[in-house]
């Protein structure tokens, strides 16, 4: 099993910027696929960045050039660079597999943009 702990979460303004880290428990390198995931109020958790082998990445298309995933397995982390930050990117953020999450979700961080 594994485990995800995400922080780096805040009240920025819009327009600002956040880098989200996430610490994985046990080795990546099983892991096919790893991806940030968020939750807003009222609405289903999304997957809206992704990272495969062969550094291979995927955006939903709201976070298209503005948010980088990165990964450094060697310290079994994954990186969320969010710039340029706007209301509607308000909601609790996740890391888990992806593009299927398979492993229970930690408490996520708090991203909270104000307009």
């Known amino acids: 099993q594994r485990q995800f702990v995400e922080s780096g979460g805040d009240l920025v303004q819009a327009g600002g910027s956040l880098r989200l880290s996430c610490t994985v428990s046990g080795s990546m390198f099983s892991m096919s696929g790893i991806g940030w995931y968020r939750q807003a109020p009222g609405k289903q958790r999304e997957l809206v960045a992704s990272?495969?082998?062969?550094?291979?990445?995927n955006y939903e298309d709201s976070v298209k050039g503005r948010f980088t995933i990165s990964r450094d397995s060697a310290k079994n982390m994954v990186y969320l660079q969010m710039n340029s930050l706007k209301p509607e990117d308000t909601a609790v953020y996740y890391c888990n597999t992806a593009p299927r999450s398979l492993w229970p979700w930690g408490q996520g961080t708090q991203v909270t943009v104000s307009s």
């Open positions: 990272t495969y082998r062969g550094d291979n990445t």
